[in-house]
């Protein structure tokens, strides 16, 4: 086993303890992508509407139950974990949009020649702006303090 999937694993573990203090169903799926270990709580069908209380207004659960998840993690291992957490398809239908806005200040961007700076976004979301700008052959930043960091995408240097 991969430490990855030893991430994925124990992930899992504390999930299914979670979901059971709080008497919620879910089946959980662990995989590996880009590098990160990635545990989804699925739900079964009839039971989406519960899940999403698990991710909140704008995903801050989700965040939040990520976070301890990796602190979960580090104290089985020793080791800090980058495990991505999704629940219900929420930050899959997240990276959707995303990918949408990116593209959107990419067209910006190339129409006007200048910088298109966008909404303030959480990690996870700037992360996904940036891959999608990068593969546009474009350039990006992130600038401010969070909460309120925000994308930059620029022309090429």
Not at 2 to 24: F, K, Q, S
Not at 75 to 90: C, E, N, P, Q
Request: hydrophobic share 45%.
């Amino acid at each position: 086993m991969t430490r990855l999937e030893e991430e994925g694993e124990i992930a899992a573990d504390y999930l299914e303890e979670l979901l059971d203090i709080a008497d919620l169903d879910g089946d959980i799926d662990i995989d590996v992508d880009h590098g990160r270990a990635a545990v989804e709580i699925v739900a079964e069908p009839g039971t989406e509407r519960a899940l999403r209380r698990l991710v909140g207004e704008d995903g801050e659960v989700l965040d939040a139950l990520q976070e301890l998840t990796r602190l979960a993690v580090q104290a089985k291992t020793g080791d800090r974990s980058r495990l991505m957490l999704d629940i219900a398809g929420y930050r899959a239908g997240r990276r959707t949009e995303l990918v949408k806005v990116a593209d959107e200040a990419i067209a910006a961007v190339r129409a006007s020649g200048g910088p298109v700076s966008l909404e303030p976004m959480n990690p996870f979301e700037r992360k996904v702006v940036h891959d999608a700008v990068a593969a546009a052959g474009l350039s990006s930043d992130s600038e401010g303090v969070e909460p309120a960091r925000y994308v930059v995408v620029k022309p090429a240097d």
